[in-house]
């Protein structure tokens, strides 16, 4: 049975989104189709599998699987990619929490809701001070610990372009410290309006941008009285502009788009 997707990303960080609001997949997608359709060399590609199904108490859900296949609870980008799709202005569930998109003239802008910053709610494996683990891998040291809908951790250095996060990465998304492994952000300080940001994402390795590892990025610095409370974070792939409102929501506003638009043989998948 052939099935409609639609390619898109954000700042380059890639999605094959599936919509079925209104047509059902042929069957419920598990983390080896997922993880098939992701695959770069003998499936469609992308960083993020995005299914789109009807919603009781929002326009509509948006389900989350990574490269691995791994379903997870949020993603900034997709998040802004969906808003658009849907016409600007959206109110998505998602597993980490009901999410709201508006047009904006910075593209969309979403209201990724409040930070949890507490050790058990990142989550951690030990009872521990989020403000400045007390744990280090090779030069990384001391980073904080945020959950914005799935967990981050964020390390301050002097030049993160130098950080050998391709090696880094997945030894720290592994360590046993995360029971549910985790994304792991570097980033520098320009001034106290900008940042830099580099990301090895859970479950999907190193990506153009990351959404959530930006909001994370963000309010790590704030927490530390590194910036004000908006930043504009430079990922390699473009800027995100994240504000965390003293209402303690964070916003976050940036650019979507749609690549192109496909067709794929599920019993190739499946
Ligand atoms: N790798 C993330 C999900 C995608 C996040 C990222 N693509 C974003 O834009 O927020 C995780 O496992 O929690």
């Not at 989020?130 to 799935?150: I, K, M, Y």
């Not at 190193?206 to 930006?214: D, E, K």
Request: charged share 20%; proline share 6%.
């Amino acid at each position: 049975m052939r099935v409609e997707f639609i390619k898109m990303h954000g700042l380059g960080n890639d999605f094959v989104v599936l919509d079925a609001r209104e047509t059902p997949l042929p069957a419920a997608m598990t983390p080896q189709v997922a993880a098939a359709l992701a695959d770069r060399h003998t499936g469609i590609g992308c960083d993020q599998l995005i299914v789109l199904e009807p919603a009781k108490d929002a326009d509509f859900t948006m389900r989350i699987y990574n490269h691995d296949g791994g379903e997870v609870e949020a993603c900034g980008n997709a998040t802004r990619a969906v808003g658009m799709l849907a016409g600007g202005n959206a109110r998505i569930a998602t597993s980490g929490g009901l999410l709201e998109t508006r047009a904006s003239e910075g593209g969309i802008a979403v209201d990724m809701g409040e930070p949890r910053l507490d050790w058990d709610t990142i989550p951690l494996a030990y009872a521990m001070d989020t403000l400045s683990l007390p744990v280090g891998w090779d030069g990384l040291e001391h980073p904080v610990a945020v959950n914005v809908g799935n967990p981050h951790i964020v390390f301050f250095v002097e030049d993160n372009d130098v950080v050998q996060l391709d090696q880094l990465g997945p030894e720290i998304e592994h360590d046993p410290l995360f029971p549910d492994r985790i994304n792991v952000n570097v980033a520098t300080i320009e001034d106290r309006h900008t940042l830099r940001l580099r990301v090895w994402e859970r479950g999907a390795g190193l990506t153009r941008a990351c959404g959530t590892g930006a909001c994370a990025t963000a309010v790590a610095a704030m927490r530390r009285g590194l910036t004000e409370r908006e930043v504009t974070v430079h990922l390699p792939g473009g800027p995100l502009v994240i504000g965390w409102g003293e209402d303690n929501r964070i916003t976050m506003t940036g650019p979507a788009a749609e690549s192109f638009r496909g067709t794929f043989d599920w019993s190739e998948y499946s």
